[in-house]
């Protein structure tokens, strides 16, 4: 399990002309495109609206060769003026007895609700919606992205472009 406080800088990348630009920057800096890969995020509440302050996410995640669920928690920080964020994120092809256990606390801790640790180690998507909405949870909002990342100095950074934002009622 990843845990880390987490300060992002988001630029918002509105055209074709601004990507490319983007793009020759970070080659002409060293960068090298790693991969491409398909993200679907599923953003969770409860019925009672238990994660205003915070985030519950599942992210089923895939590209050419790979396939995986990534369930992640984000506790707000205090600051109002960026985004500050406790993250705690595991993969379900990693998850351990204790990622598990502690997530479940965590999810506990915000929302009242206890989930079975079994969930953390789901692989299968529908599955792991269906485990959630057993005990209380709904899909508030589906998120679909197509990532480009590129590799320089060990450090992962991803240009993403949204294909589409589904809000559930």
Same mark, same amino acid.
Request: glycine fraction near 2%; include cysteine.
């Given at each position: ?6 300060? #992002? ?5 509105? =055209? ?6 983007? $793009? ?5 800096? /060293? ?5 491409? =890969?398909? #993200? &679907? ?5 409860? *019925? ?13 995640? =895939?590209?050419? *060769?790979?396939?995986?669920?990534? @369930? &992640?928690?984000?506790?707000? /920080?205090?600051?109002?003026? @960026?985004?500050?964020?406790? *993250? ?7 998850? &351990?007895? +204790? ?12 929302? /009242? ?7 953390? @180690?789901?692989?299968? $998507? ?9 005990? /209380? @949870? ?21 240009? $993403?472009? =949204?294909?589409?934002?589904?809000? +559930?009622?």
């Amino acid at each position: 399990m990843k845990a880390f406080h987490e300060c #992002e800088l988001k630029l918002k990348i509105d =055209s074709m002309e601004m990507k490319d630009a983007i $793009i020759t920057r970070m080659k002409n800096n /060293g960068y090298i495109h790693r991969e491409y =890969s398909l #993200e &679907t995020d599923y953003i969770l509440d409860t *019925e009672m609206k238990d994660l205003d302050k915070q985030l519950f996410r599942v992210r089923k995640y =895939s590209n050419k *060769e790979f396939e995986d669920l990534i @369930f &992640t928690i984000k506790i707000k /920080g205090q600051d109002i003026s @960026f985004q500050d964020n406790m *993250e705690y994120e595991i993969c379900a092809s990693q998850c &351990t007895n +204790h990622d598990a256990e502690y997530m479940k606390e965590l999810v506990k801790n915000m929302t /009242g609700i206890w989930i079975p640790e079994k969930l953390f @180690f789901e692989k299968n $998507i529908m599955e792991a919606l269906d485990i959630l909405k057993k005990f /209380g @949870f709904c899909i508030k909002r589906v998120i679909q992205k197509n990532v480009m990342c590129m590799l320089a100095n060990m450090q992962k950074y991803c240009l $993403i472009r =949204s294909l589409n934002q589904l809000e +559930h009622i």
